[in-house]
């Protein structure tokens, strides 16, 4: 493979939230599990590792890896929902200063002891 193409599919799949399609029959028990590419060989296989009790990183080939949108955890959303602090500090969220913040804190505090 060529060195140049290795390196774009690199910058396209570091990093990136994956899932295995289970076409083949040895990748089936690594259906809808969640995983992440951490490096592409110089052979163009994608280097994954899987989340959850097993960390070992598997070399799947690029046609059988699809990238997904990495799902947002329910408890941030819950959190920011029911903090106005922890909402302050979401990423996209305004920045609020130290003043602020500890305003913030006071009032979820004094909400919180009221029935």
Sequence with gaps: MLR????KLRQEY?????????????????????ARVKNITMSGRALVQFDGADKGWYDIELDYVKVVDKPRSKTAEQDSAENPVVAAEQPGAEK????????LEKQAEEATKQP
């Design 14 to 34: 570091n990093g990136q939230q994956v899932t295995i399609d289970a076409e083949r029959p040895e990748l089936r028990r690594l259906a809808g599990l969640a």
């Design 96 to 103: 609020l200063s130290r003043l602020e913040l500890a305003r």
């Design 4 to 7: 140049e193409h290795v390196e």
